[in-house]
């Protein structure tokens, strides 16, 4: 080991334990002067960033202050410790990066249940402290070794009541039935959803998806070509519908609501055969916040914070307990609402955690 990284091991143990209280501030920044790192840049830099706060790694935009607002903001008040928010995007490969260097800067990352999966055989996860973390705040299946599923999103599609308002189309057999529902398809261009959705579309029942038939999905897929186009972001797949590209168009469930009321209800939701993804938090190896980021984990399951990330962004509570709290107005847009829960079809991480890649890299070749 060299002498650069045993000093920076132990500025980040003595971090943490300054943080846990078994270390004073006089002793925690003379470990920082003995170890090369300045008092004043360690008040400002990332010493002092492991002693005294939790950093949450997403994606932006309204996530961002949702989750500071539903999360950060009663963790704070509990605990006396602030939630700061990196945007840049938790990617596989950049947690892998981050933490094969050792220069962990982030204490969880708002993920999917895959990436859990994935990172966490790779050896690049801490597991989740369930001795703090309540398993029975979890939809069962979802409280994961390396992961934690706290909210649900989901890919549904929206359809022109001008066009199809008669004869409404009511799964995703009809999406792909581009004869007796003419127009413009919008699909997600990373196959999460789009290849499950093909399979339904080709006869395949919901309890037999996996392990995905790639080739059967991706010739339906192909069977369309002609009459799709594909989005890259929920802003993209909006805008696809606002501008009249296309008369039927998969989106984000999140998303509908405000689609509807920009279209004054001319396009409306089908949650039928909707794919349900459970999002997870997961912390990477190494995390400067050392134990207090199970804290922060468990702030994200209690009911009133779910609900309020439904309220404000859209995603669905995974506690089983605020099922029935959804506000009515809602329930309709819910993933684990009472009148959705039966309906969806629940996406397989284990699948997609070992087959993604390949997965996502076939359905560029066949949309190409």
């Known amino acids: 080991m060299t002498d650069k990284k045993m000093m920076q091991e132990a500025l980040v143990d003595g971090a943490r334990a300054f943080k846990a209280g078994t270390m004073n501030r006089r002793s925690f920044l ?10 004043s840049a360690v008040m400002s830099g990332d010493a002092h960033a492991a ?55 982030a204490d969880v990352a708002d993920a999917d249940a895959f990436d859990a999966i994935a990172l966490g055989a790779s050896g690049h996860l801490e597991p989740i ?42 799964g995703w057999a009809d999406f792909f039935d581009t004869a007796k529902f003419p127009g413009k398809r919008s699909l997600y261009k990373w196959a999460n959803g789009a290849l499950e959705a093909a399979l339904m579309a080709d006869g395949v029942a919901k309890d037999a998806l996996y392990p995905l038939d790639m080739d059967r999905a991706l010739t339906k897929i192909k069977s369309i070509k002609d009459d799709s186009v594909y989005w890259g972001s929920g802003s993209e797949a909006h805008s696809m519908i606002l501008n009249g590209e296309v008369s039927m168009g998969m989106v984000w469930q999140n998303r509908a609501l405000a689609i509807e009321e920009d279209t004054d209800g001319r396009f409306k939701l089908v949650m039928n055969e909707a794919l349900a993804m459970p999002g997870a938090y997961i912390v990477p190896r190494g ?75 076939a359905f560029l070749e066949a949309i190409s």
Not at 142 to 167: K, L, R
């Open 129 to 170: 402290d369930y001795g703090v973390v309540d398993k029975s705040k979890v939809l069962d299946g979802y409280a994961m070794e390396y992961g934690v599923s706290v909210i649900f999103y989901g890919y549904a599609f929206m359809y022109d009541t001008e066009a199809f308002g008669d004869t409404p189309p009511t």
């Open 287 to 361: 995390n400067p916040g050392g134990a207090d980021v199970m804290k922060f984990i468990a702030q994200a399951l209690e009911v009133e914070s779910q609900l309020e990330i439904l309220s404000c962004l859209g995603m669905t509570p995974s506690n089983p307990a605020a099922f029935a709290k959804i506000p009515e107005e809602l329930i309709p847009y819910a993933i684990t609402s009472a009148e959705n829960i039966e309906r969806v079809v629940f996406n397989d991480p284990e699948w997609w955690a070992k087959n993604g890649g390949d997965a996502v890299n």
């Open 30 to 39: 003379t470990l920082c002067v003995m170890t090369g790192f300045a008092s």
């Open 51 to 105: 002693a005294d706060q939790i950093v949450l790694w997403n994606w932006g935009g309204d996530a961002e202050a949702c989750h500071g607002s539903a999360i950060g903001r009663p963790f704070t008040d509990a605990t006396g410790i602030p939630l700061r928010i990196d945007t840049s995007g938790p990617l596989q490969g950049k947690i892998r990066a981050m933490v094969d260097s050792d220069n962990v800067t």
